[in-house]
């Protein structure tokens, strides 16, 4: 079976991974963005040896225009294309070159959720049809990769949520400031808390002071590879994980299966943008088993 796969992200690249791996796919072109922002596209090469696909198989550009032409052309070879995101401006042109039969499409983050995109799917999400992504393939890859040389640790996810206008800086830095003193009661000092930012986010230096770093014993992680394999890219062992609301709250559950993942409820009231998406993102997590944590409407807190 050939395929020839469109991918963005870091996350894309290694469910792509799992794709060829799980239906064993012996031929294949990845057709590879990179974008203005240094950090993901580190990721991305790191990701791609990480999971132990094949550079060589890989045309990697920025240009938007020349990255369709090869797509389209290596299309014309294999018959079968993979879509990392299925609102990718470059899929949005091909789509209109590629009948929907010959597509899968893979997770771009929780925005699988609401996706109205017609053709088969390959996801980790319950809630969306299609094929379910376990990350087996993943799972066993950090498995047989990992090691713990460094103290215990429990992950702090971060977000972009203030940079794109989601919440207020101010709330953000409150919920975080909650989610780390809740932390620090359920752990001993001893446990490090390694706050890991999103590749999108800028303003987190603002509130991990090294006062702040130095009372709470939190330690800043700028990760290479996407923070699924934080595992095998620190050595460390991984005794929780804390997020707001985020795609690897899904991903770690499925690869870290022994531990405990809880999530922080934002208030509707202190929420600007998207509203409704993240009250129904939260609606899905509460049917999960992580546990959460409802933080009060900031303005009240004040």
């Known amino acids: 079976m050939r395929i020839t796969a469109l991918i963005e992200s870091p996350f894309q690249l290694f469910q792509l991974a799992e794709y060829i791996n799980i239906y064993k796919i012996d031929s294949y072109k990845i057709i590879l963005r990179l974008n203005s922002n240094k950090i993901n596209n580190i990721q991305l090469f790191n990701t791609l040896k990480a999971v132990r696909l094949n550079r060589a198989k890989c045309f990697v550009s920025s240009n938007r225009f020349i990255l369709l032409f090869n797509l389209l052309l290596c299309y014309r070879i294999s018959g079968r294309v993979v879509i990392g995101d299925d609102n990718s401006g470059i899929y949005r042109i091909a789509k209109f070159f590629i009948p929907f039969r010959k597509i899968t499409f893979l997770d771009d983050g929780t925005a699988s959720l609401v996706s109205s995109s017609k053709g088969e799917r390959f996801t980790i999400f319950e809630e969306v049809i299609g094929t379910k992504n376990k990350l087996s393939i993943i799972t066993s890859l950090i498995e047989d990769n990992k090691r713990s040389d460094d103290p215990k640790r429990v992950i702090v996810l971060g977000g972009k949520l203030s940079e794109v206008g989601?919440?207020?800086?101010?709330?953000?830095?409150?919920?975080?400031?909650?989610?780390?003193?809740?932390?620090?009661?359920?752990?001993?000092?001893?446990?490090?808390?390694?706050?890991?930012?999103?590749?999108?986010?800028?303003?987190?230096?603002?509130?991990?002071?090294?006062?702040?770093?130095?009372?709470?014993?939190?330690?800043?992680?700028?990760?290479?590879?996407?923070?699924?394999?934080?595992?095998?890219?620190?050595?460390?062992?991984?005794?929780?994980?804390?997020?707001?609301?985020?795609?690897?709250?899904?991903?770690?559950?499925?690869?870290?299966?022994?531990?405990?993942?809880?999530?922080?409820?934002?208030?509707?009231?202190d929420l600007l943008l998207r509203k409704k998406g993240i009250i129904d993102l939260y609606q899905i997590l509460m049917d999960t088993n992580m546990v959460p944590n409802f933080v009060p409407p900031i303005s009240q807190v004040n």
């Open 166 to 269: 989601i919440c207020t800086q101010e709330t953000y830095f409150k919920v975080i400031e909650m989610m780390i003193s809740d932390i620090r009661k359920k752990f001993s000092i001893d446990v490090i808390i390694s706050y890991i930012p999103h590749r999108g986010e800028c303003a987190y230096k603002r509130i991990f002071t090294e006062k702040f770093c130095k009372k709470y014993n939190v330690e800043i992680i700028q990760n290479e590879l996407p923070v699924e394999f934080i595992a095998i890219e620190r050595g460390i062992d991984i005794l929780g994980v804390f997020g707001i609301f985020s795609t690897a709250l899904f991903t770690m559950k499925l690869i870290y299966e022994y531990i405990d993942i809880e999530y922080y409820v934002i208030s509707e009231k």
